[in-house]
């Protein structure tokens, strides 16, 4: 394992007076795919807007404990949420583009809000972040048309290269494949994989197959904890808690 | 790969605008509220003071000196008549094309009539006046309460329609299948079954339209003309409480416009209490703004 | 085969009377308002669109409908103009500001509500009485003073006026334009909002950018929905705007609109012709309503269907 880019020191989350997480902790390497996995309703989804800051944006919710990125703990009071959220980028299961804009203003949109406009720069920001999506392709000659036409693959690469484009060092996934069909799904398993050279992914999948597939560590969550934790082969080959074991063989799921 | 640093003064400008942006928010919200605090505040100290048994009691008259003395008693009887009867008209129509448009929504007559409806609804109140004025006011030759009545209910009309429309639509399917399912006729299971499960929101509407109907002045102003007197028969020019307002209002005279504050005053409560009556019947939303969507 | 029962029939028949009793009421509307202008246009044609008519029979001076729909226009954008960013700004604070306070977005909800349950001949009393003297000393009079030079400010403030016209409907407008703006923005779906957030925007910025866009055709209908009351208003306008025809720049001076003409004159109309011609107005009037509630519906059942994105 390489560096800690990312260290959660006993998360405790949720809403109102249900607690969702009971205190995670976990260490990101940087560089890698972490894959998140478990049943419905064990905390994955939570887990991972913690790391963002999206999750307090709902109404009653709350957080305890510490996120730190690189050193510094992301919900230090002191902290700003608008600069974490450039730093940590997220792809959400149901693809979100933005239906107002074209392609090419989607892509850019994050850009803009941070004062980019230079057209250069935007024009070529664009077309990187659409290839590291395994979109440029498809979608070269139409980038200013409404994105409206594009398949539910497609506008999830291009939510993909939306994210990508403000370079954030951390990008978190939640079931990114789960609304998209088998070969929708693989392109954008192997855009991931291509991603990890140059950051840090977190990804939630209730698919086991599809984390053993893509990631190279991998945590296995229950009811608001951790069960096991350990790199990707370990952990499906040989794992160490009985309950990793039975969620595997498809015991409970 | 390259960076793109963020810059600092990107970042604090955009914070500003932010705060900026929060602020200016508030402060409209503000600017909404303090015009109907004002109103009511205003109308409450200028016309509670004029308000008395006499007031509400007693015919206009002047004194020998020309000073007007008296009070509001026509107006309100004038109004109150009004209603009723306009109520007498328009609940049956409106109840009656609001079940059609629930429980027949396929027939073409339906998405007609609707679509219709809602036209009505929004429509500006003076030109309801005028068609009054032309088919009832010119026909019998007189300003009538009548014709005031039937020019309330045809604003009425769309309004109970709608609401009536929207709670007896939202009574599920299954209740109708289940009643009829049972054996019971439909028109039973629409009479007996739906009607009532909706029935707080048939109300509401009827609630909401009343209230509409009794503050309307200016279909009033083309077809009850107005009077100092009581009615006598239905065939008259009649006093009503809004018109009388205006009136006086823009008489010049202020014993007249003290009088048209405290007419006001009663409307307004009349009103109020209409409305946030059916808030709490239904949890919905006030007035005309759901009738016009 | 089961005989339907005569009880159902009928309802049905009872019912669908109601429904064609509706179509029948907006259509002699139509018919009589045609019909009762018919004289005006046989006799000026259109000049009493385009202009001023002198009848020399009548010795009536005929003021043709410019002067009126000058005001109408006037008076409806200067509520526009006021109330537009009030309703969004307190459709806005009520849906993205108070996120999770049911209660107080409640009460304030039901508060800017109230605004539409005060009848318009109460809104013509108070504007008449305290609005407009209080425009007159410490809005009109200062722009007029310091500002005179430009065109617009240039008329003797009396209060009276159009200025204090369209600041009134403002107000009557604020309710119906928040109130769908609200519904409209309540149905932007969480997820753009988490869209732009999560690319680093401040909340402003996830609003203006991500929020009113995706609803600017429900907002644009909200708008021509308050318009349409704005141009309909009659009791509130008559008591504040002067009553004197006049097509004039200078907001402070006094002036009509279609529907404040006939709630003054019609029932002293000193001839059939004369009420001819103001019935030829309430035409224009019908068909401007019927334009700008059609305009209105459409946007609003765009909207509504969602002409975004589906998976």
């Not at chain 2, 030109?127 to 004025?133: A, D, K, L, Q, S």
Request: charged share 15%; glycine share 8%; proline share 5%.
């Amino acid at each position: 394992m390489g560096t800690t880019k990312i260290e959660i020191k006993d998360l405790k989350a949720g809403f109102g007076g249900l607690s969702v997480l009971n205190g995670i902790s976990l260490q990101i390497s940087e560089k890698s795919i972490t894959a998140i996995m478990g049943p419905s309703g064990c905390g994955k989804t939570t887990l991972i807007r913690c790391l963002n800051r999206i999750h307090e944006l709902t109404p009653r919710a709350w957080v305890k404990g510490e996120v730190v990125l690189d050193g510094a703990n992301i919900y230090d009071p002191e902290a700003d949420p608008v600069a974490i959220r450039r730093r940590i980028g997220m792809v959400f299961q149901k693809p979100n583009p933005f239906p107002t804009m074209s392609i090419y203003d989607n892509v850019v949109a994050g850009l803009r809000l941070n004062g980019v406009r230079d057209r250069k720069i935007l024009d070529s920001v664009a077309e990187r972040s659409l290839r590291m999506a395994f979109l440029w392709d498809e979608v070269k000659n139409d980038i200013k048309k409404s994105g409206a036409a594009l398949s539910g693959g497609q506008q999830q690469r291009l939510c993909i290269a939306r994210a990508l484009a403000v370079e954030p060092e951390v990008i978190l996934m939640d079931e990114p494949c789960s609304a998209l069909d088998p070969v929708a799904t693989a392109k954008i398993e192997e855009s991931i994989m291509s991603l990890k050279q140059d950051y840090t992914i977190v990804i939630v999948t209730h698919n086991m197959q599809q984390a053993a597939r893509v990631s190279d560590l991998t945590a296995f969550m229950y009811l608001g904890e951790i069960v096991e934790f350990g790199d990707t082969t370990s952990v499906f080959e040989t794992p160490k808690s009985e309950l990793t074991e039975k969620y595997l063989t498809g015991k409970f799921g | 790969m390259p960076k793109i640093n963020p810059n600092h003064a990107t970042a604090r400008r955009r914070k500003a605008v932010d705060k900026l942006m929060t602020s200016l928010i508030v402060v409209a919200t503000v600017l909404a509220i303090v015009p109907l605090v004002l109103i009511i505040a205003d109308v409450a100290s200028k016309g509670i003071p004029v308000i008395s048994l006499s007031f509400l009691t007693s015919l206009p008259g002047w004194s020998a000196a020309g000073v007007p003395t008296g009070g509001i008693a026509n107006a309100l009887f004038g109004s109150f008549i009004m209603i009723v009867i306009a109520f007498l008209i328009s609940v049956p129509i409106g109840v009656g094309a609001g079940i059609f448009f629930s429980e027949w929504p396929e027939s073409r007559l339906s998405t007609i009539s609707s679509f219709t409806n809602d036209v009505l609804a929004g429509f500006p109140s003076i030109v309801i006046g005028i068609f009054v004025y032309i088919v009832i006011v010119l026909s019998t030759g007189t300003f009538s309460a009548l014709a005031g009545a039937v020019a309330l209910s045809i604003i009425m009309i769309p309004i109970i329609a709608r609401s009536t429309e929207e709670s007896l639509k939202i009574v599920p399917v299954t209740l109708r299948e289940a009643s009829m399912a049972l054996g019971v006729s439909r028109w039973r299971t629409v009479l007996k079954v739906v009607i009532s499960t909706g029935r707080s929101g048939l109300a509401t509407g009827i609630l909401l339209a009343v209230a509409r109907a009794l503050g309307e002045t200016a279909p009033l102003l083309l077809t009850v003309q107005g009077s100092n007197l009581f009615p006598t028969s239905l065939f008259q020019p009649t006093a009503a409480l809004p018109l009388l307002i205006f009136n006086y209002g823009m008489s010049g005279d202020p014993t007249l416009e003290a009088q048209a504050w405290g007419a006001a005053f009663i409307l307004i409560i009349v009103m109020l209490a209409l409305n946030l009556s059916t808030r709490f019947l239904l949890g919905r939303r006030l007035g005309e703004v759901r009738a016009e969507i | 085969m089961p005989k339907v029962p005569k009880g159902d029939l009928t309802l049905k028949a009872a019912a669908a009377t109601a429904a064609i009793l509706i179509i029948g009421l907006l259509g002699s509307l139509a018919v009589e308002l045609f019909l009762g202008s018919t004289p005006s246009i046989n006799k000026f044609g259109l000049s009493l669109i385009l202009g001023k008519t002198w009848d020399p029979l009548d010795n009536v001076y005929l003021y043709g409908a410019p002067p009126f729909v000058y005001g109408t226009i006037l008076t409806s954008a200067i509520a526009l103009l006021i109330g537009l960013p009030i309703s969004l700004g307190v459709a806005i604070f009520l849906t993205e500001k108070l996120k999770g306070k049911k209660t107080i977005a409640y009460v304030l909800g039901t508060v800017i509500e109230l605004l539409a349950v005060v009848p318009s001949v109460i809104y013509g009393l108070w504007g008449l009485f305290i609005l407009g003297p209080f425009l007159r000393d410490y809005v009109e009079a200062p722009l007029h003073r310091y500002l005179g030079f430009i065109p617009i400010f240039r008329g003797t403030p009396l209060g009276s006026d159009f200025f204090t016209a369209g600041v009134i409907l403002a107000i009557m407008i604020i309710p119906t334009i928040s109130a769908v703006s609200r519904d409209i923005l309540n149905a932007v779906p969480n997820s753009q909002r988490e869209a732009m957030y999560s690319l680093g925007g401040t909340d402003w910025e996830v609003i203006q950018k991500s929020v009113l866009p995706y609803a600017r055709s429900g907002i644009f209908g909200a708008t021509i929905l308050g318009l349409g009351r704005a141009v309909g208003e009659t009791m509130a306008v008559t008591m504040v705007i002067g009553n004197m025809p006049n097509i004039t720049a200078s907001l402070f001076s006094p002036g009509y609109t279609l529907s404040s003409v006939i709630a003054n004159v019609f029932t002293e109309a000193p001839s059939a012709l004369y009420r001819s011609a103001l019935i030829e107005l309430g035409l224009i009037l019908f068909f401007v309503a019927l334009i700008i509630n059609l305009l209105a519906r459409l946007l609003l059942w765009r909207m509504t269907r969602g002409s975004h994105f589906r998976i």
